[in-house]
């Protein structure tokens, strides 16, 4: 991260000096993240339609 930051810090040195028409951001530093909050769907209750039973094979 240090390094970045001398890097940034050297570019806005150069274009300072050199009069260039560029312009750096500032980089914002990302916020903590909190976990989200889970929800569960409400349940849906499924009808199950009964299959005919298998026939067995007779030997």
Not at 24 to 35: C, F, M, N, S, Y
Request: glycine content about 6%; overall charge positive; cysteine-free.
């Amino acid at each position: 991260m240090a390094a970045l930051e001398a890097s940034v810090a050297k570019a806005k040195e150069t274009r300072r000096a050199s009069g260039g028409p560029g312009t750096l951001h500032e980089i914002p530093k990302p916020a903590k993240k909190t976990a989200a909050k889970k929800t569960t769907p409400a349940k849906k209750t499924a009808s199950k339609k009964k299959t005919a039973p298998r026939r067995r094979k007779s030997a």
